[in-house]
């Protein structure tokens, strides 16, 4: 008599949720590390300068009125995380921002914007009932 063989084979299911703590976990991890970064209030202060033109580390002191090396410390974290690249212009460094970490960012939070754009589209229409937009004084055609 031969032995009895058991051959596992997961259902679709099983191989789902496999995958999922495979790749999701290093994918939350990414994440969680991204949302680390951008937590911090002067790194988005940074980064909300940044996203109009490119500063030196100077101009970003100035505005900020932070010092020079907590202004370049935030800047190397930012770098590091891929937030933002520099350039050499003479002898200063330029930075501009790297939208790619923050595309990244906008597609973890399309799932949930439906959570918040109905309550927003919602003001938006009582607001509109509230103070309507004055009617133009114009040629009639």
């Known amino acids: 008599m031969q032995p009895l063989t058991v051959i596992y084979r997961p259902t679709p299911r099983a191989r789902c ?51 020079q090396p907590s202004v370049s410390k935030h800047l190397r974290v930012l770098r590091e995380a891929g937030f933002v690249e520099s350039r050499t212009d003479a002898q200063r460094r330029v930075y501009r921002i790297r939208p790619e970490p923050l595309m990244e960012v ?29 009617h133009r004084k114009g040629k009639k055609t």
Do not use: C, K, Q
């Open 17 to 67: 949720r496999a995958l999922t703590r495979i790749y999701g976990a290093r994918y939350i991890r990414n994440m969680e590390s991204t949302f680390a970064v951008i937590a911090e209030p002067n790194r988005r202060a940074i980064l909300s300068l940044l996203a109009s033109s490119e500063l030196s580390v100077g101009d970003i002191e100035e505005r900020l009125r932070m010092s």
């Open 106 to 134: 906008d597609a973890w939070l399309t799932p949930f914007r439906r959570f918040w754009s109905a309550h927003i589209d919602a003001l938006e229409r009582h607001l509109d009932r509230v103070n309507p937009a004055p």
